[in-house]
């Protein structure tokens, strides 16, 4: 089973983009939902979280410029990105944890031009 993540793209520095994630109904017991991103010779960090009971947590380097939210109904998690730099440039990951572990998307390319 693997997440379906979506929304990446090319856009301008200053721009935005909202990435979505497609859990599978199959996965259930979901307790937190994710982001990460990997830049180019640069290890996976992560980005945003989103916990069952609704907290988030964000890295500091998109705190007030992202947004994670989730919609239970559709299975489906979103990251709103905005005013993107240069920086944010990399594969966006996104990633959901249970019971049972980790499953992880397929990453979804997010390219940010100065």
């Known amino acids: 089973v693997q997440l379906q993540a979506s929304g990446g793209g090319l856009v301008e520095t200053g721009g935005s983009l909202r990435l979505s994630c497609y859990a599978p109904g199959s996965i259930r017991g979901i307790k937190i939902r994710a982001w990460y991103r990997q830049s180019p010779g640069n290890q996976r960090e992560f980005v945003a979280s989103?916990?069952?009971?609704?907290?988030?947590t964000y890295a500091d380097s998109v705190k007030g410029r992202f947004t994670i939210s989730r919609d239970i109904a559709k299975n489906t998690h979103y990251l709103q990105m905005n005013t993107l730099r240069p920086e944010d440039t990399a594969v966006y990951y996104c990633?959901?944890?249970?019971?049972?572990?980790?499953?992880w998307g397929l990453g979804t390319l997010v390219t940010v031009s100065s």
């Open positions: 990633n959901i944890g249970n019971h049972l572990g980790e499953t």
């Open positions: 989103i916990t069952a009971g609704g907290m988030v």
